[in-house]
């Protein structure tokens, strides 16, 4: 009896300690993600480090996410990367895949792979329990009104089902609508039915309509070099939505299609976009919303081109001297 009596007081003890630990956890957990939320990256770096430091039973899977997120606030790309693979694949089926792939396609927007996010935030979606199909969303189009190659929606569509086929066969016809192919923007809206569009996707469904209503005009294609990516991305963002205003307005009397390149913020980055636009003999020009060393960059990489760059002006810098094409 007595041996009974002690082997429960002991379970009594354990189970004690461990719901007291895991209260601990749950208070430090709670003070990170504040943190996070608060934008102080660092201080919620701190608090989780030290959680991780130990096993944290139940909280283990959430401290991981969180953890992932915060390596992304504070451009630890490839710590975030790690988070991100530990949580898709040591935890078997769980509510946080969905959430872990749309990271993983914000760690892609990071690093200027665009293709790679819009396929991350694709998976998201496909997996999505709806709780956060409204941040998914919000992803999506800014992604697919960017602009997604081709081959990387076709790839997608092998294994899309439900909304998610229109949710393609909308980003093809955003891309065919900005390479300059009308026609093939119309084909593509009319393969989609209205009644299986998300309520996230009208706005964009009814500006390719309007676009693909214009009669047949003439369509002049300019090279755009700017940042999506990086320290100057807010600028390049907001320059690339007055681009896309642009494009649907109607009653233009021609259709302006652009081929758009981001330079992640940084001058070499700038150089090979310049250098794969000036590859493109449709082009009519290239015009370049930079900073005065990137702008500096993209002038001197077409020294030994006839093509002309429309670069930004008032800055400390002048170009007209550099080239004769500026």
């Not at 496909?126 to 800014?142: A, F, G, H, M």
Request: net charge negative.
């Amino acid at each position: 009896m007595r041996l009974l009596i002690t082997l429960l007081f002991m379970l009594n003890v354990g189970v004690s300690q461990n719901w007291l630990q895991q209260r601990i956890i749950s208070d430090q957990f709670d003070k990170a993600l504040q943190h996070f939320d608060d934008g102080r990256f660092a201080t919620a770096d701190n608090i989780l480090q030290r959680i991780l430091s130990k096993p944290s039973g139940e909280y283990e899977l959430p401290v991981n996410l969180l953890a992932m997120k915060i390596s992304l606030a504070l451009d630890n790309l490839e710590a975030a990367k790690v988070y991100g693979k530990m949580i898709l694949t040591q935890y078997g089926q769980h509510g946080y895949i969905s959430e872990a792939f749309m990271i993983l396609g914000d760690i892609f927007i990071a690093e200027g792979d665009l293709d790679g996010a819009f396929r991350m935030y694709m998976r998201s979606r496909q997996l999505t329990d709806r709780t956060t199909i409204e941040k998914i969303d919000t992803r999506l189009i800014s992604a697919i009104q960017v602009g997604i190659s081709k081959r990387t929606i076709s790839e997608q569509k092998l294994t899309a089902m439900g909304d998610n086929e229109t949710v393609l066969n909308l980003a093809l016809s955003f891309t065919h609508l900005q390479k300059g192919d009308p026609d093939e923007c119309v084909f593509s809206l009319n393969k989609i039915d209205p009644a299986l569009i998300p309520e996230a996707y009208f706005e964009l469904y009814e500006k390719l309509l309007l676009a693909s209503y214009q009669p047949a005009t003439e369509t002049f294609t300019f090279g755009v070099v700017l940042a999506l990516t990086g320290k100057n991305a807010p600028a390049g963002k907001s320059f690339l939505k007055g681009l896309h205003q642009s494009m649907s307005r109607p009653g233009q009397q021609v259709k302006i299609a652009y081929q758009i390149e981001d330079n992640q913020s940084n001058p070499l980055e700038t150089v090979k976009a310049v250098q794969r636009l000036a590859k493109n003999r449709k082009l009519l020009g290239i015009i370049a919303s930079l900073d005065d060393n990137e702008s500096l960059a993209a002038v001197n990489s077409l020294q030994n081109s006839t093509i002309p760059i429309i670069v930004r002006g008032g800055g400390a810098m002048s170009f007209t001297d550099v080239s004769d094409h500026v």
